[in-house]
Each structure stands twice: as structure tokens, then as C-alpha cells.
């Protein structure tokens, strides 16, 4: 089972949040703010899963995500998408884009890492 997750979030606390909950679950997690820079931090060192927010400074999550579909190294990635804004257009644009799971915030701990756990067994 894989255990490097990279979360691309620009909020402080969503962002220890998640750390928290995914290292104690036995994670390593590397972050990253940017959306222009994230598809270099995700080439990098191509993790086991990522978590994408959709509003992001720089790039929106959707570009990103479309940019990991696109490329080999990273096609087959699990992503996990979070918004605050979870209407029924941007569920549909992350599923066309090739999403795994799409979340909306505010989420409960265990929901995230309910869900981090069972993309990992798909």
C-alpha cells in the first residue's frame, strides 16, 4: 500500500487538518499551496495519492487535474478533489476530468480518511 500523499491546499487550517489526520494514519504528507507550480512538485516526486483543492492561486484544481490525466508518469494517480463549493457543474467537469472521489468541505475527519484509505485498496 502506498503511503506518500500530496495535498495541494491553500488553507492553513484544511491543510493541518489533513496532515494531521493522514500522518497519524500512517501517511507521509508533503503540501503544496501554488496551482502554477503544482504539476512540478507532482513531477517531482510523483506520490500515492493526491488531494486537490478546486480553487487554488495560480491554477484552478481542475487544470491541474486535467494536466495529471494527460501526463504518463502521473495518469493513473488517485486524486481525491475538496471545494467549498461542491455544485452539481464542478462535480460533473472533475468526474468528465477524470476524478476519483470529489468531496466537499466542511468534511469530517474520518470522511477523509475513510476515503483516502479506500482509494488505496481500488
Partial sequence: ??????????????????????????WTVHTHEDGETAMDKVLAFPPDLIILDVMLPGRSGFDILRDVRAD???KDIPVMMLTARGQDKDRDLASRLGVNHFMTKPFSNAEVRDHVRNLMEA
Avoid at 1 to 26: C, H, Q, T, Y
Fill in 1 to 26: 500500500m502506498g503511503k506518500r500523499v500530496l495535498l495541494i491546499e491553500d488553507e492553513p487550517n484544511i491543510i493541518e487538518a489533513i496532515s494531521f489526520i493522514l500522518s497519524r494514519d500512517g
Fill in 72 to 74: 504518463t508518469v502521473t
